[in-house]
């Protein structure tokens, strides 16, 4: 076993480490290198045991994302692996920043594996139509105009603004988000208040009317649930209801946005702002059509609802363990973005993405084949000492941080300073409600996920 990956595996354990892993050299198939983990215990998705031990690390880099600390596993990964074939996962495995780099910014890598646009459980589903639309699955020419149409949408869009919009939602949810909301959406179960929080500032950016923000929220936490990898049909089906919900609104609110003298039933005029800027600019870019523009209309809020809340629920927990630098803050508010920012490096709300061959390449000398999948770790990527100097500290002053966070090349997130002031708008308001953090984030779980680190945290505290 490589050194690193030794290390990883026996630091906080007193095991016999070769014993519980086999190394296994060569790949015949694809005539690289690889490295195969695999636990000659029994095992399950949460804990491994061997001879008795406990090995609460996670194993692999899809399993790391909800672990306590995935960031070891990472680090020895970049050491000693920073791109390798996962037998277990059936896939690339792309750790490394300058491979991470060189992967996105390659138009041999794809968002979406060749004649499978859309994921076959989605095939014939209204979430699966919205997910084809979506400006973020889509590579080319069709992309790159869509794409310039979300950027002239968002470019007006003031954070300093965004921020304060962010904040007085926060204050509204901790004071009223009302227990009868959880009868309904997902099995009964509340969305998050972080999670809830992009909703409410997103979609009133969008003219969603406040009436149907708290329904939104539950539409998207279905939607979400059902387009994210490895959703159960019963998800699937959820989210294809949800999907109906969501363009129903948006098709009344792009009507009201067609016609300006229109009121809506409770005599109000509507501000479609960003709803309606988008549409202007996606007929002008590309001429897309009604339902491209709804697609990603929903897109725009179901891109921010897991990242915003893992940078808000990322952010509290950073402070919680650091009571001098949340004390800074209450004497410097102005550094709370930075702070931010250096979550977003440090502790990623995104962790991986992946990316699908639609040609043979050789990458960091491995023969690589068109179809072939691969996950690349973007958490790993913004703690590679080659990207990032002493990268496991904890740095709000860090100078012009190398972040993989919102991806890079073609894809490259045009949210990402939105998502930034979102989670500021958010934290903010937490902070200078003198909210206990410590009640706030004893005993937190993740949020189950592939890709997204998003802590629940106890939010029901700050209304005790």
Not at 288 to 293: D, F, G, L, S
Not at 346 to 369: C, W
């Amino acid at each position: 076993m490589c050194r690193e990956l030794k290390k990883y595996y026996g630091l906080y354990r007193n095991i016999n480490v070769d014993n519980c892993c086999n190394v296994v050299g060569m790949n015949t198939e694809t005539n690289s290198q690889t490295m195969t983990l695999s636990p000659l215990c029994e095992r399950d998705s949460q804990s491994r045991s061997c001879g008795g031990v406990s090995l609460s690390q996670p194993l692999d880099p899809i399993s790391a994302v909800t672990a306590p600390d995935p960031y070891p596993l990472y680090a020895a990964l970049v050491a000693e692996r920073p791109l390798y074939f996962d037998d277990r996962l059936g896939m690339w495995v792309a750790c490394g920043a300058e491979v991470i780099e060189r992967i996105l910014s390659c138009r041999a890598f794809r968002v979406r594996p060749l004649n499978e646009a859309v994921p076959k459980p989605l095939l014939g589903t209204r979430a699966g139509d919205i997910f084809g639309q979506l400006v973020r699955m889509r590579d080319g020419g069709s992309q790159v105009a869509l794409k310039q149409a979300v950027c002239s949408a968002f470019a007006p869009v003031d954070t300093k603004a965004l921020v304060r919009r962010s904040d007085a939602w926060m204050q509204h949810l901790l004071q009223a988000h009302p227990p009868a909301d959880r009868t309904v959406g997902s099995g009964g179960t509340p969305p998050d208040i972080a999670c809830a929080l992009p909703v409410y500032a997103v979609g009133s950016l969008l003219g969603t009317p406040s009436d149907l923000l708290p329904s939104s929220v539950f539409w998207m936490e279905d939607f979400v649930r059902a387009i994210a990898p490895g959703s159960t049909s019963e998800q699937i089906a959820r989210g294809s209801a949800a999907a109906e919900n969501l363009v129903a609104m948006f098709q009344g609110l792009l009507q009201q946005a067609q016609f300006p003298d229109h009121r809506n039933p409770r005599g109000m005029p509507v501000n479609l702002g960003l709803l309606s800027s988008f549409a202007r600019s996606a007929c002008r870019h590309a001429g897309h059509e009604e339902v491209t523009i709804i697609a990603n209309a929903i897109g725009f809020l179901s891109q921010s609802y897991e990242a915003t809340a893992g940078l808000i629920g990322n952010t509290l927990i950073a402070l919680q363990k650091r009571p001098k630098l949340q004390r800074k803050i209450e004497d410097e508010p102005a550094m709370l973005g930075s702070v931010i920012r250096e979550v977003a490096r440090h502790d990623s709300p995104v962790q991986n993405t992946r990316r699908f061959l639609v040609e043979d390449k050789v990458i960091a000398g491995q023969k690589m084949r068109v179809g072939d999948a691969v996950l690349l770790v973007l958490a790993a990527g913004n703690r590679d000492p080659a990207a990032n100097s002493d990268p496991e500290h904890f740095d709000p002053d860090r100078c012009n941080p190398s972040l993989f966070t919102f991806s890079a090349g073609a894809h490259l997130c045009p949210g990402a300073k939105m998502a930034l002031a979102l989670a500021q708008g958010g934290v903010q308001h937490v902070l200078a409600s003198e909210i206990d953090l410590e009640r706030l984030v004893a005993g937190f779980g993740y949020r189950a996920s592939q890709n997204g680190r998003i802590p629940m945290l106890n939010w029901e505290t700050t209304r005790s």
